[in-house]
C-alpha cells in the first residue's frame, strides 16, 4: 500500500475491524519510512457483482440503468407519470436483481419486471413499453392485448 503522504511503497498493517457501516474493512496503516511514518486509514469494500443481462440472442451484455430508464421514459412520455416515478422503478428493478444474488437476468425476465410495474401505473405506457418489448407487428396484436387488459378489469385508466 501507498502512503497518501509521501509516496512511499511500504506501509504496515497497525489495526484492522469492520467499518461501523459493516459494508468494509477498516485499516490503520503507518508508513514505515523514515522520514514519514504517519499513520491513514484505507476501507477495503466488496467489489459488487455486476449485472449481466442475457439477450434473446443468447450474448449478454452489461445491465445498463440507463437503457432501461430511457426505455421506460420513451414510454411514459406524455402521460402522467414522473420522470421520479420512472426513476423509482428503476431503482426497484436494480434492488430486486442485485437482492438475488445472481449476476445474471435474462433480458424477457428484465422486461416483463417492468411491465409488472408499469400496468400497475399507467395503461398506456404499459402498451407503449409491451409494443416494443414484445415485438407487436400489427394491429391485431394491440386489440388481443386490449381484450386481455379489459377482461382483468386493468384497462380502466390508471
Do not use: W
Amino acid at each position: 500500500m501507498q502512503c497518501p503522504y509521501c509516496d512511499f511503497e511500504d506501509t504496515k498493517v497497525i489495526d484492522s475491524r469492520l467499518s461501523e457501516t459493516k459494508d468494509a474493512v477498516r485499516r490503520r496503516r503507518e508508513c514505515l519510512s523514515r522520514s514519514c511514518g504517519k499513520r491513514f486509514t484505507t476501507y477495503e469494500r466488496r467489489e459488487p457483482l455486476r449485472l449481466m443481462v442475457i439477450k434473446r440472442d443468447g450474448g449478454k451484455e452489461p445491465f445498463d440503468r440507463e437503457k432501461l430508464r430511457s426505455g421506460m421514459a420513451k414510454a411514459c412520455a406524455k402521460q402522467q407519470v414522473t420522470d421520479e416515478q420512472v426513476e423509482l422503478i428503476v431503482d426497484e428493478i436494480e434492488a430486486e436483481l442485485r437482492e438475488r444474488r445472481r449476476h445474471e437476468v435474462t433480458s424477457r425476465r428484465l422486461g416483463d419486471m417492468v411491465l409488472l410495474r408499469l400496468r400497475r401505473m399507467d395503461m398506456v405506457a404499459y402498451l407503449r413499453f409491451a409494443s416494443v418489448y414484445r415485438q407487436y407487428t400489427d394491429v391485431d396484436q394491440f386489440r388481443t392485448e386490449l381484450v386481455r387488459l379489459a377482461g382483468s378489469g386493468m384497462g380502466n385508466g390508471r
